[in-house]
């Protein structure tokens, strides 16, 4: 008898700590049956389930944060990114309702696109430019969407070309700026989006509102291209104005152009043949200080003939006559590489001796007196050097 008392008394002790479930602080517990949600949240404390039937899922208060990167096309039909990131959190007070019935993954799908109906209806509205300036409106824009009860551009029945301008007032976007602010203390002001995921949306930050790369390398293609032009309109006033001082000088419209083009460098190499008026002189009249030229008869008149590709051939300058070089010093010069006759005797002596075999050696003889070596006074004439 004792046994089963005992026995009982254990199965009692395992019930209870199987049905016990203790919820620590900044924590909440989803009860689930045969794991499935049954829209039962516990708040911290001890609380009980049925055991061995139901479990309990612990989840903790934490601030979750949805990336956001979506695009619009503007009114010049300019695509524009918009990144940021939402931060929520589960409200304590809507956890019985929907949230305990979606998945995080259907939270963040939802915010996501909650942002992207909002932006598709302001796009459009304004150039690709405005956008960019209107970075602070459009975050105050979405900010009021997720976390207002009723925004202020639906309490004033806006359009969309108008929700943006309404914000980017000053007095506009401080009332909405304080209102959001305090939000999270006002409990009965919960947005729709708020209600609909059983969430606290704590605030939509916009890191970036920027053209796409496609839209940027196309912008950057176009500015190249706008500013080639304007310097080319600068080169053609250019030739057309030193083009007009030409034809006050008594050419015809196409010479002054192909005149101006070479004092400008920007032809190709040219022959001019100008009656009466030669083209240096003409060139020399835009240099910062032209030489005196001699005036131009009235009464002759130009002709400009421009010599095709390749270049006329010019003359060969005429050669000097050849100077004539003494035999007897290109004979003896030695910057021809010639030596005279009597080095050349001695170099073949000293090869001659170097082949001989050498002799034994003999006794020493008395050495007689050598003459003095005979210095030559004779000097090439094209070298100045002794022969």
Not at 113 to 121: F, M, P, R
Not at 243 to 271: C, M, T
Request: charged share 30%; aromatic share 6%.
């Amino acid at each position: 008898m004792l046994c089963i008392w005992i026995g009982l008394a254990v199965l009692v002790v395992i019930l209870a700590i199987r049905a016990t479930v203790i919820v620590p602080t900044v924590h909440y517990a989803l009860v689930l049956r045969f794991q499935r949600r049954i829209g039962r949240v516990l708040n911290e404390g001890v609380h009980f389930v049925l055991p061995f039937i139901d479990t309990a899922k612990l989840f903790r208060y934490e601030i979750e944060t949805t990336p956001v990167a979506e695009s619009f096309f503007s009114e010049d039909n300019l695509e524009i990114i918009i990144s940021g990131a939402v931060q929520w959190k589960p409200d304590r007070a809507l956890l019985c309702g929907t949230f305990v019935e979606m998945g995080e993954k259907t939270i963040t799908e939802g915010l996501v696109a909650t942002i992207k109906s909002e932006l598709g209806v302001i796009a459009g509205t304004k150039p690709g430019d405005a956008f960019i300036k209107s970075r602070e409106a459009i975050q105050i824009l979405i900010n009021c969407t997720l976390r207002m009860q009723e925004p202020f551009h639906f309490t004033h029945r806006l359009p969309p070309s108008e929700r943006v301008k309404f914000y980017e007032d000053v007095e506009n976007g401080n009332d909405a700026r304080d209102h959001l602010r305090k939000e999270q203390y006002m409990r009965e002001n919960t947005s729709d989006v708020e209600r609909k995921y059983g969430i606290d949306i704590l605030s939509f930050e916009l890191s970036d509102v920027d053209f796409s790369p496609a839209t940027k390398k196309s912008l950057e293609l176009k500015k190249q291209t706008a500013e080639k032009l304007k310097a080319d309109e600068l080169e053609v006033e250019k030739i057309e104005d030193v083009a007009k001082r030409f034809k006050a000088l008594g050419l015809d419209s196409q010479a002054a152009i192909n005149a101006a083009e070479v004092v400008l460098d920007q032809a190709e190499k040219k022959i001019f043949s100008v009656e009466g008026i030669n083209l240096d002189k003409l060139i020399g009249l835009f240099r910062p200080n032209p030489p005196q030229a001699s005036p131009v008869p009235p009464a002759a008149t130009a002709a400009v003939v421009v010599a095709p590709s390749p270049l006329t051939p010019i003359a060969p300058a005429p050669s000097l006559p050849a100077v004539p070089v003494p035999v007897s010093a290109a004979k003896h010069c030695f910057r021809k590489r010639k030596v005279c006759k009597t080095s050349q005797k001695q170099k073949a002596k000293k090869r001659a001796n170097k082949r001989r075999p050498r002799k034994s050696p003999k006794k020493a003889s008395p050495r007689k007196p050598q003459k003095a070596k005979r210095i030559s006074k004779r000097f090439c004439k094209t070298c100045k050097r002794r022969i």
